[in-house]
C-alpha cells in the first residue's frame, strides 16, 4: 500500500510539474515571462510555449487596438474654455511589451494614455483661438495627433488614429459666434444690394448713353441737302393734290414759285 501511494503522489507530482510547464498565449496577446521576479527579454508569441514550473511565469498582455475616450477641458489662445471629446485608439508593441510592463505595468491607461491625451490636447488648443479651434479642426486634430504619438512612443505604444468629436464653449461665447454670423450674414446681404444698385445703375446710364448717341447720329445725318430734299418731296405732293385752280386771295406770291426754278 505504501508503495502505490507514493506511486500514485509521484505520478500526481510530474502530472503537476507537467501541466506546469507549458504555457498557452491568447490570440491578440504577448507573453511576458517573469522568472524568480525578474522581467525576462523574451516575449512569447501566441500560442502553446514551454516554462520552468514553480520558476516562471507568463503575463499576458493584450496588443490588439484599443480605444480611449474622455472628454477634456482647456483652454484657447483667447482664454476661451472649451471641452473637448475626443477618441484615441492605440496599441502596446508587441515586441516591447516587456519593457512597458517593466515600466509602467498593466495600468498603462490611467498612468500613460489619459495624462498623455490631456497634456497633448491642451498644449495645441493653447496655440489657437476658439474660432481657429473650430474653423481647423482637421489641423487641430494632426498636431494632437503628433504630440500624442511622441509622448506615448516613450512607452513603446503605437497611436494610431485620433478622432476629434465635439468642441464645446460657454454659453457666452456660442450667443457671441451667433452674433457674429447674423451680422455676417447681414452685411453680406448688403454688399449684394449695393452690388445690385450699382449694376442696376450703369444698367440705366448705358441705356441713356445708347439713347444719346442714337440722336446725335441722327442730327448727323440731318445735312441741308436733305433738308432741300424733303421740301421738294413735300411741294410735289402738294402739286399731285392740287386741283388746277389758283387760290381767291391777293397779293403775296404765287404758290410753288419755287417749284419751276
Do not use: C
Amino acid at each position: 500500500m505504501r508503495k502505490l501511494v507514493l506511486g500514485l503522489l509521484i505520478a500526481a507530482l510530474i502530472a503537476i510539474l507537467g501541466f506546469r510547464s507549458f504555457t498557452i498565449v491568447e490570440a491578440g496577446h504577448r507573453g511576458v515571462v517573469i522568472q524568480l521576479g525578474a522581467v525576462q527579454p523574451n516575449v512569447l508569441e501566441e500560442g502553446l510555449h514551454f516554462k520552468i514550473p514553480f520558476i516562471q511565469k507568463v503575463i499576458p498582455v493584450e496588443v490588439r487596438v484599443q480605444k480611449a475616450e474622455s472628454s477634456q477641458v482647456s483652454a484657447s489662445r483667447d482664454l476661451q474654455t472649451v471641452t473637448t471629446t475626443l477618441a484615441v485608439n492605440y496599441h502596446l508593441d508587441g515586441t516591447t511589451v516587456n519593457n512597458m510592463y517593466q515600466k509602467v505595468g498593466l495600468e498603462y491607461r490611467a498612468r500613460i494614455v489619459d495624462p498623455a491625451i490631456s497634456e497633448s490636447l491642451k498644449a495645441v488648443t493653447a496655440q489657437y483661438t476658439a474660432e481657429d479651434l473650430i474653423s481647423k479642426r482637421s489641423e487641430v486634430s494632426a498636431k494632437v495627433k503628433e504630440v500624442l504619438a511622441d509622448k506615448l512612443g516613450v512607452y513603446n505604444m503605437v497611436l494610431d488614429e485620433i478622432n476629434i468629436t465635439e468642441f464645446k464653449f460657454s454659453e457666452e461665447f456660442d450667443r457671441a459666434i451667433e452674433q457674429k454670423q447674423i451680422a455676417e450674414q447681414q452685411a453680406l446681404k448688403s454688399k449684394l444690394d449695393l452690388e445690385r444698385i450699382k449694376i442696376e445703375k450703369e444698367q440705366e446710364i448705358t441705356r441713356a448713353q445708347a439713347q444719346a448717341e442714337a440722336l446725335r447720329l441722327q442730327k448727323q445725318e440731318v445735312t441741308a441737302e436733305l433738308i432741300q430734299l424733303r421740301e421738294i418731296e413735300a411741294q410735289l405732293k402738294a402739286i399731285e393734290k392740287w386741283d388746277g385752280k389758283l387760290p381767291n386771295v391777293t397779293g403775296g406770291a404765287a404758290p410753288f414759285i419755287n417749284v419751276g426754278q
